[in-house]
């Protein structure tokens, strides 16, 4: 059971902007842990995409940013292009869950 | 490079046990947290513990209390999952994940290791 909600799909045309929220609560994103995001292509294992909220690991283009504020974060994708197709999972901490990493439910990407 | 190798696939019935491994090298074994997550079929991930390599001390979700072990080796660079009293729900893909602090991200990842449970 997520306790991080993300929107179940969200699309776009190859050069466009797009936005997927992760909206959490006052235990895990509200109380100040960082959010991660983690992008996962058909078939293979998740890759990590940004780091403490806003940071690109080496190699992830700039195409890919993150924000959080408040009980929420979110990634923008622009520019989007044909092989930014995947999921995408927000993840955190919760400190009401026993020291658990919390994900999100998940967003499928698609390019039209 | 950093590389997290998992051991292949499993079958298993109701109520078996399964092990899975995951050898890591590229960088200093002790010096990353090591987590394991898993994803059933069609589904989203699931965090199920955390191991500090170094130590060997364990934190797992409540989900999971009872039902797995996490163990190290150090003088392979491997970690354990163990996952008891299977049932059809724990079939999923199971993967292990570095992070480089205790509250981190995932960095780096398994290539993930099939387990089917069926009678």
């Known amino acids: 059971q997520s306790v991080l909600t993300q929107p179940p799909s969200v699309s776009g045309a190859p050069g466009q902007r797009v936005t997927i929220s992760c909206t959490g609560s006052?235990?895990?994103?509200?109380?100040?842990?960082?959010v991660h995001w983690y992008q996962q292509l058909p078939g293979t294992a998740p890759k990590l995409l940004i780091y403490?909220?806003?940071n690109r690991p080496s190699g992830v283009p700039d195409r890919f940013s993150g924000s959080k504020s408040g009980t929420s974060a979110s990634l923008a994708i622009t520019g989007l292009q044909a092989e930014d197709e995947a999921d995408y999972y927000c993840q955190s901490y919760d400190s009401s869950l026993s020291g658990s990493r919390v994900f999100g439910t998940g967003t499928k990407v698609t390019v039209l | 490079q950093v590389q997290l190798v998992q051991s292949g696939a499993e079958v298993k019935k109701p109520g078996a046990s399964v092990k899975v491994s995951c050898k890591a090298s590229?960088?200093?074994?002790?010096?990353?947290?090591m987590h394991w997550v898993r994803q059933a079929p069609g589904q989203g991930l699931e965090w199920m513990g955390i191991?500090?390599?170094?130590?060997?001390?364990?934190s797992y979700a409540q989900k999971f209390q009872g039902r797995v072990t996490m163990t190290r080796d150090t003088s392979t660079s491997t970690v354990y999952m163990e996952l008891s009293s299977l049932r059809s729900e724990d079939t999923a893909v199971y993967y292990c994940?570095?992070?480089?602090?205790?509250?981190?991200?995932?960095?780096?990842w398994g290539q993930g290791t099939l387990v089917t449970v069926s009678s």
């Open positions: 403490g909220n806003s």
């Open positions: 994940a570095s992070s480089g602090y205790y509250y981190g991200h995932f960095q780096h």
């Open positions: 590229g960088y200093t074994f002790t010096s990353y947290y």
């Open positions: 006052s235990s895990n994103i509200g109380a100040g842990y960082d």
């Open positions: 191991i500090n390599p170094s130590g060997g001390s364990t």
